[in-house]
C-alpha cells in the first residue's frame, strides 16, 4: 500500500526566503509523485510531477521537486517565497497504471512581509 | 488546457434533501473522475472513482447508496448526496484523467463545492 508523509503541517517563511516542503512517501512500485498547491475554498491546482526520467522536476511559480528514491523523499522547494506563495501544499503518491492518488495531510505555508 | 468545473460552488439545504454536484470537464474528455471530501483543514479522502458508462467503485467505509455517482459521459459525472444530514457538510471536489495521460495518474481538479447541510 502507499503512503505519504508531509513533515510539518505548518510552515512560516519570510518573504524572498527559501521555501522547503518536505515529503516522504512509501510505495511499493516505483511510484509516480506530485505536488499540488490549494488556495482557500478552491480545488487543487498541480504544480509539478515526477513520473520517469529526471529526477529534478520543475514545475510552475518557480517551484521544483527532487525524486530520491533512496530517501524515499520528493521535498519541493522554491529559491524565493512571495506573498501569492501562501497556500495549502499537497504531495500524493500513486503506484502508477491507473491506481488512484493518495495524499498526505498537507502543509499550510504562511508568508511574512 | 485541462479544465475542470464544479457546479454549484455553494449550497445550503435543509435536512432530509438530496443534493446533486455537478463535475464537467471543459476542454477535454475524461477517462476517469474522482470524487473526494475535504473537511475544515484536512486532507482529502476519496470517496469514489467513476469510469463513463460504468458503475462507480467506491472506497472502503462510503456508502454507495447515499452517494450516488453517475458519470453518463467522458466530460460529465454528478455525485448526489441523498438524504443529506449535516454531518454530510462537507468541501466535495472532483478530478478527472485526461486521456493523453493515461499511465501517468495525473488528476485535474474542479474548484469544489461547500455543501451545507442546517
Known amino acids: 500500500a502507499q503512503s505519504v508523509t508531509q513533515l510539518g503541517s505548518h510552515v512560516s517563511v519570510s518573504e524572498g526566503a527559501l521555501v522547503l516542503l518536505r515529503c516522504n512517501y512509501s510505495s511499493s512500485v516505483p511510484p509516480y509523485l506530485f505536488w499540488y498547491v490549494q488556495y482557500p475554498n478552491q480545488g487543487l491546482q498541480l504544480l509539478l510531477k515526477y513520473t520517469t526520467g529526471a529526477t529534478l522536476v520543475k514545475g510552475i511559480n518557480g517551484f521544483e521537486a527532487e525524486f530520491k528514491k533512496s530517501e524515499t523523499s520528493f521535498h519541493l522547494t522554491k529559491p524565493s517565497a512571495h506573498m501569492s506563495d501562501a497556500a495549502e501544499y499537497f504531495c500524493a503518491v500513486s503506484e502508477g497504471a491507473g491506481n488512484k492518488l493518495t495524499f498526505g495531510g498537507g502543509t499550510r505555508v504562511l508568508v511574512k512581509p | 488546457g485541462a479544465v475542470v468545473s464544479q457546479h454549484p460552488s455553494r449550497v445550503i439545504c435543509k435536512s432530509g434533501t438530496s443534493v446533486k454536484i455537478e463535475c464537467r470537464s471543459l476542454?477535454?474528455?475524461?477517462?476517469?473522475m474522482f470524487w473526494y471530501r475535504q473537511f475544515p483543514k484536512q486532507s482529502l479522502m476519496l470517496m469514489a472513482t467513476?469510469?463513463?458508462?460504468?458503475?462507480?467503485?467506491?472506497e472502503q467505509g462510503v456508502e454507495k447508496d447515499k452517494f450516488l455517482i453517475n458519470h453518463a459521459s467522458l466530460t460529465l459525472s454528478t455525485l448526489t448526496v441523498t438524504s443529506a444530514h449535516p454531518e454530510d457538510s462537507s468541501f466535495y471536489i472532483c478530478s478527472a484523467s485526461l486521456a493523453a495521460d493515461r499511465g501517468t495518474d495525473t488528476q485535474y481538479f474542479g474548484p469544489g463545492t461547500r455543501l451545507t447541510v442546517l
Open positions: 476542454d477535454f474528455q475524461a477517462t476517469t
Open positions: 467513476s469510469n463513463e458508462g460504468s458503475k462507480a467503485t467506491y
